[in-house]
């Protein structure tokens, strides 16, 4: 007897984004996929594909952590130190582990580039977030006379947005001090 | 004598083509994402020899890292080495060297396969922190050979992170895309140097 569902697609989903991210779209198999989550290769494949499960996955990623993350970020008011703050909290996150792997959207990066035109947009979506947030704390951070350029804003924020995915190969090689440390040196390129 | 020659002569050659075929493998589908099975259809050589001559999967892999050393990264870094031309446009040669028209494939091996296993793979880990330390190691001397002595360090260490960012941009970005970014990131890094190309 083939097994049916038996949890709602929200229990299914949650589940599924852990794999995906320690996993990636490709490094999973349908097979594989079919008996980690109990549910036949059959349902999987007709009721719902890899594709739809991934993207909801990439939903449930912006949902679940970057935008609460990203909108306690805006909300700050100290400026650069704010940021540190931030890059200090993601670093604690990915050397402690906490999540099964790095970033699952610098993952998707790197693992699906512009194969799917979706994922692209969700990403995209993301990044543009993620600037805009940004340079948000960077007009605080110039109104508090942290740096002087205010038409460079812009370029910092480019700058800022390259961080996560330097860090997410970084931490692989360095020590907790030594990412902070890259991280104060970075903030101080912004004058 | 001469026999056992040529038979060594044809296995190297072979064993790189067998290797060649597996980075464009492993890059394309990740370690994870391709069995023994496609490996063995890809490179047209039975399971039992790639064994023989690799050990197991992950020898393959670690094979196929040293080949792109050697074969793709080398002239890359070598551009920080040699270039003649003034240090902004050493740093746009280098960092675009890795785009789509590089070969085998746009961004770098090192960074593909270690995004995937650095995590769970020491030897993985290893071989990816020598690859950085060596060509962060390569822009401090391009740096100090530009007469930047002071904090040539620490600049070096943020041009390292420049480029394990850009690694992943190139995968996404249009070439001007990409280039802008590049240089945006070296104006902000140098940016006394950048003032002082402008005039």
Sequence with gaps: MPKVLNSSYDELIEKVQEIFWLKGFKGISIKELSSELDISQNVLYNKYSKEM??????????NNYSDPFLKQLRETTEGLNSLKEFFYTLIDALINKTFPRSCLMVNTVVELRNE???VVLKYDDYLTTLKDSYIVV??????????KNKTKINEYADFLLGIIFSVSILYKIYTKEELRNYIEEQLTFIQ | MFRNFT???YKEYNRDAVLEKAIRLFWQKGFNGCSINEIVKATGVNRFSLYHEFGNKEGILYA???????????NKLDILKTSDGGLHETFIQFYTAFLENSHPMAGCYFI??????????????????NYLNEIQLQIQDLLIRNNIDEKSKIYAKHFLGLFCTVMSFCLIHSPTEYREYVANGINIILPSYAESIKQ
Excluded: C, P, W
């Design chain 2, 7 to 9: 038979l060594m002569r």
């Design chain 1, 138 to 147: 960077l007009e605080k951070a110039y109104k508090l006379g942290q740096f």
């Design chain 2, 64 to 74: 196929s890292l040293e080949l792109y050393r050697e074969r793709y990264s080398k």
């Design chain 1, 53 to 62: 499960l991934f993207l909801d996955s990439l939903n449930y990623y912006t």
């Design chain 1, 116 to 118: 799917n035109t979706d």
């Design chain 2, 112 to 129: 593909h396969v270690g995004t995937e296993l650095a995590d769970v793979d020491e030897q993985i880990r290893k071989s990816l922190s």
